[in-house]
């Protein structure tokens, strides 16, 4: 494995402010790393089955230079995972562990793993410490980053969590090798959609660049880098989502509402494809509704079909439940306040807004314009 200097991202927080490392090979150093932060802290790793297998015994090779020794959790893999069940079963591996609240919970695998790990040193003797190695794209460029934790309710995503900032992330890329290439292209959607918000210029940077990504190499770095550019402002800016940091749940709502609406069965659609189909809509809505050119909503369809992504509700197997019950997810997702919509929509690539208020209406009649049953009642 070679080993390249890390791209350096810091998140500007205060007295929390922390370093996202981005590079290949960091796993080796990990010990080094944290406890040059962290001296003399004890630690126990969250991870899931599939991480463990490829990559535990290097990141403990790693963290023993250090002189950590960790307690290990290890969980099934898949969304179902952030569950209060497995919450508990974290919660007690760190308790059983024996650590104080000075000592470390890493979070080792992709967002799920992150999320939930997160929320447990988050609420474990009122907030441990925390540190973040990203081992999935998606985490790379998004999840790791920001301290948003949390777990899913059946009522819908992500609604129990805290806010609680990692210490310190690494973004390993050389552990990508191993990401399922359908995993890859989910976490890619969101590395486009920093450019579909408001780096129009990134986006055009994508189009050309895509396949030298896939394919690993300084590409690869560099577009995890400018996504954790990105990020990291945005936190920056608006850490507890006030403002600003809402752009970031581009193509969310309608994703999140079609994650419920298929049980959050990852045979189905994983999180960062139900970003893209969530991310073509709300490009298509913001055309419907005149604010964008049906050209752009075109472009970004045509980079997500280019790249192997799904982007229409017709992309996912089996049955969906009918327009209105696909709303009724949408109003029960946290970005409603008071009953009105509140929706990320667009002007154009790289020019996304906050819209609050949409008609439900509106969203009721898009969702049954573009809903499989009906596209399939239109004749050809
Ligand atoms: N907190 C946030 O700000 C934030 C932002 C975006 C998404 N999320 C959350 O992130 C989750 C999705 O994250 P995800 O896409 O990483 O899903 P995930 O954690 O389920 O990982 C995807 C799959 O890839 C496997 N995997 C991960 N790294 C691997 C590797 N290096 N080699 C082989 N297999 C590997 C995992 O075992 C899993 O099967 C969702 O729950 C979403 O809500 C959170």
């Not at 540190?131 to 460029?141: D, G, H, R």
């Given at each position: 494995m070679s080993i390249e200097a890390p791209v350096v991202v810091e998140v500007g927080l205060g007295d929390?402010?922390?370093?996202?490392?981005?590079?290949?090979g960091l796993l080796s150093r990990a010990g080094a790393e944290i406890s040059g932060r962290l001296p003399g802290t004890r630690a126990a790793v969250v991870t899931d089955a599939n991480v463990a297998a490829a990559?535990?015994?290097?990141?403990?090779?790693?963290?023993?230079?250090?002189?950590i020794q960790p307690a290990i959790i290890t969980l099934p893999p898949g969304e179902k995972t952030k569950s209060f069940a497995h919450l508990e079963e974290v919660v007690d591996g760190v308790l059983a562990a024996k650590l104080e609240r000075g000592d470390i919970v890493i979070a080792f695998g992709g967002g799920v793993i992150g999320d939930l790990a997160g929320f447990a040193a988050g609420i474990v003797r009122r907030g441990m410490n925390f540190?973040?190695?990203?081992?999935?794209?998606?985490?790379?460029?998004d999840s790791s980053v920001g301290g948003k934790t949390g777990i899913n309710s059946p009522r819908g995503k992500n609604l129990v969590g805290v806010f609680h900032q990692p210490k310190l992330v690494l973004a390993d890329t050389g552990v990508l090798d191993t990401l399922p290439i359908r995993e890859f292209r989910a976490g890619y959607?969101?590395?486009?959609?920093?450019?579909?918000?408001?780096?129009?210029?990134?986006?055009?940077?994508l189009e050309k660049n895509w396949v030298q990504l896939f394919a690993g190499g300084?590409?690869?770095?560099?577009?995890?880098?400018?996504?954790?550019?990105?990020?990291?402002?945005?936190?920056?800016?608006?850490?507890?989502?006030?403002?600003?940091r809402a752009l970031l749940n581009l193509g969310h709502t309608f994703g999140h509402a079609l994650e419920a609406a298929t049980q959050y069965d990852g045979s189905r659609l994983v999180h960062g494809e139900g970003v893209a189909i969530g991310?073509?809509?709300?490009?298509?809505?913001?055309?419907?509704?005149?604010?964008?050119?049906?050209d752009d909503a075109a472009r970004v369809e045509a980079h997500l079909r280019a790249v192997g992504l799904p982007w229409?509700?017709?992309?996912?197997?089996?049955?969906?439940?009918?327009?209105?019950?696909?709303?009724?997810?949408?109003t029960q997702d946290k970005k409603v306040s008071r009953g009105a919509l509140t929706f990320i929509l667009t002007r154009g690539v790289g020019q996304a807004f906050i819209a609050k208020d949409v008609p439900a209406s509106e969203v009721l009649s898009f969702l049954t314009e573009n809903h499989p049953d009906q596209q399939k009642m239109r004749p050809r």
């Open positions: 929390r402010t922390y370093d996202i490392l981005i590079g290949s990559h535990l015994d290097a990141l403990k090779a790693g963290l023993d230079t250090g002189g540190v973040q190695i990203p081992t999935s794209l998606l985490a790379q460029v959607a969101e590395l486009a959609k920093y450019g579909l918000i408001d780096r129009p210029e990134f986006f055009t940077w300084p590409e690869r770095t560099q577009a995890i880098a400018e996504a954790c550019r990105a990020k990291a402002d945005v936190v920056a800016r608006d850490e507890f989502e006030t403002g600003d991310m073509a809509l709300a490009y298509r809505f913001s055309s419907r509704l005149n604010l964008a050119s049906p229409r509700i017709a992309d996912i197997s089996g049955d969906l439940p009918d327009a209105e019950a696909l709303l009724a997810f949408i």
